[in-house]
């Protein structure tokens, strides 16, 4: 079993930034894709970024690209989104899910993720 507790979110106004982070324990050492996915309000749940745990491979959605960065610390076994020049739309729950599948994964859907976080609020004021 994997636990990933996100922290990081708050309210912030549009133009700001945020750091999420995403710390995670138990049987970490088979975790081979970190992701952060989003839901707003009567929305359906949507990647956001993703990294691999090993090697330097990360993803973005197209909505994000050049605004929000992925990094993470292999030590800390913690995954950070840098996220700026924030817009209103930005706001959503943010989840982190983490996925143990060595082969097959796609970082972009949700059906590859084995463990979800309880999600972080983000909310940017207009």
């Known amino acids: 079993q994997v636990q990933l507790v996100e922290s990081g979110g708050g309210l912030v106004q549009a133009g700001g930034s945020l750091r999420l982070s995403c710390a995670a324990s138990g049987r970490t050492f088979n975790i081979y894709l970190l992701g952060w996915f989003r839901q707003a309000p009567g929305k359906e749940r949507e990647f956001v970024s993703a990294v691999a745990r090993n090697g330097d491979s990360t993803y973005y959605s197209t909505s994000v690209k050049g605004r929000f960065t992925i990094s993470k610390d292999n030590a800390k076994n913690t995954v950070y989104l840098q996220m700026n020049s924030l817009k209103p739309e930005d706001t959503a729950v943010y989840y982190c899910?983490?996925?143990?599948?060595?082969?097959?994964?796609?970082?972009?859907?949700?059906?590859?993720?084995?463990?979800w976080g309880q999600g972080t609020q983000v909310t940017v004021s207009s």
């Open positions: 899910a983490a996925s143990q599948r060595p082969w097959g994964a796609v970082p972009t859907s949700r059906g590859s993720y084995d463990y």
